[in-house]
């Protein structure tokens, strides 16, 4: 199966029914993408496939072929990716990891000018045990802010 994955051409041998999820953290070793429930509940595991978040637990591997997918690893690399996770250690939106990059990745197809509304949304597929949601809406505000300023 071919497909671009984080602005790098992948072909990985693998059952095309295979979730991306599990190709992603074993053929790719890319481990930054968790797995919560395993049913699509939690949002632990989103990534973006040509932009849309979606849970790569309900993904299978034949339905990436030609597309574009980004994982928390490769949203560092764009503007919005790094804002977010910088919000999310400043603003305390982070505490012990398992959700993080799910919603780093639910919140990145946000725009600049996004109401707490857009962003309560975009991110009702996540959910947290940890840290609670005032200060993960904190934190994509800022990046949000922040991403405006620098236009």
């Not at 030609?66 to 490769?74: C, L, M, Q, R, S």
């Not at 509304?117 to 005032?134: Q, S, V």
């Amino acid at each position: 199966m071919r497909f671009t994955l984080n602005g790098k051409s992948r072909t990985v041998n693998a059952h095309p029914m295979k979730r991306l999820l599990d190709v992603l953290r074993g053929e790719c070793g890319l481990t930054g993408t968790k797995e919560g429930c395993g049913e699509g509940e939690c949002g632990a595991c989103t990534v973006l496939l040509d932009g849309v978040a979606v849970d790569s637990c309900l993904v299978p591997l034949a339905h990436v072929a030609g597309k574009k997918v980004i994982t928390i690893e490769g949203a560092a690399a764009t503007r919005t990716g790094k804002a977010l996770q910088n919000a999310f250690v400043e603003q305390g939106g982070a505490q012990c990891g398992i959700c993080t990059p799910g919603m780093i990745l639910a919140a990145a197809p946000l725009t600049s000018h996004a109401s707490f509304d857009e962003i309560r949304t975009a991110l009702a597929g996540n959910l947290c045990r940890c840290t609670g949601y005032p200060a993960i809406f904190r934190s994509v505000q800022s990046a949000l802010k922040a991403s405006k300023r620098a236009r």
